[in-house]
């Protein structure tokens, strides 16, 4: 039996293994014995490779912080809708953006750390309790889907979810209040000294952008 160049490549990115046993050639769809069987063919793998290619966050997390426990970005972040999620459009969080990562009670911090996996998708969830730029609905989904991007359990973003949907709405108001008082989240010059505070650091509005 010859086994084509084609063949071979197909086999690589199916099974990404260099042995070859297992490859069916013919009219029965590609196989292999690897950990990807679940992809029968090559068109699953690859849809499936592309879903999970757009699902991808973009920049890495840099941060620095305040004597408190409170944080800003030193570079951007973004997620970005998966394919069919026409409703929502990519979230950036921008360099100089101040947040607690995820608000949760001390009482649970055993089990759901502030500085979880889940602290990217919290930054982004966030930014938009801060900026309100879309509903309150729209940013607790984004930060559902995107906690699902970075395969964080799925006990675990239920339960965060769940918080948020149903205990958010206190901060998101207190968010409103704040920018309408004038307060800003977005940092124009980065404390040198790490003892500086955030409550002391945000008296200076030409801190802030």
Avoid at 115 to 121: L, S
């Amino acid at each position: 039996m010859i086994i084509s160049r084609r063949d071979i490549v197909k086999k690589s990115l199916l099974c990404g293994i260099s042995s070859f046993s297992g490859l069916v050639v013919g009219p029965a769809p590609l196989r292999c014995d690897s950990s990807l069987n679940d992809y029968k063919t090559i068109s699953d793998w690859m849809d499936a490779w592309m879903r999970k290619k757009d699902r991808d966050v973009t920049g890495p997390l840099h941060v620095s912080r305040f004597a408190e426990p409170i944080y800003f970005l030193l570079r951007p972040i973004t997620w970005k809708p998966n394919p069919g999620q026409s409703g929502f459009n990519p979230v950036t969080a921008p360099v100089g953006f101040v947040t607690d990562f995820a608000s949760i009670p001390r009482l649970f911090w055993s089990l759901l750390p502030p500085d979880g996996r889940y602290t990217y998708p919290a930054i982004i969830h966030d930014y938009l309790y801060w900026s309100q730029t879309t509903s309150k609905s729209d940013a607790d989904e984004i930060l559902r889907l995107a906690m699902e991007d970075f395969d964080i359990h799925k006990a675990v973003v239920t339960t965060i979810f769940e918080g948020v949907k149903f205990g958010g709405a206190a901060a998101w108001e207190e968010n409103r209040k704040l920018r309408e008082k004038g307060e800003k989240r977005i940092l124009k010059k980065f404390p040198a000294d790490p003892r500086t505070t955030w409550s002391s650091w945000k008296e200076n509005p030409e801190n802030f952008t």
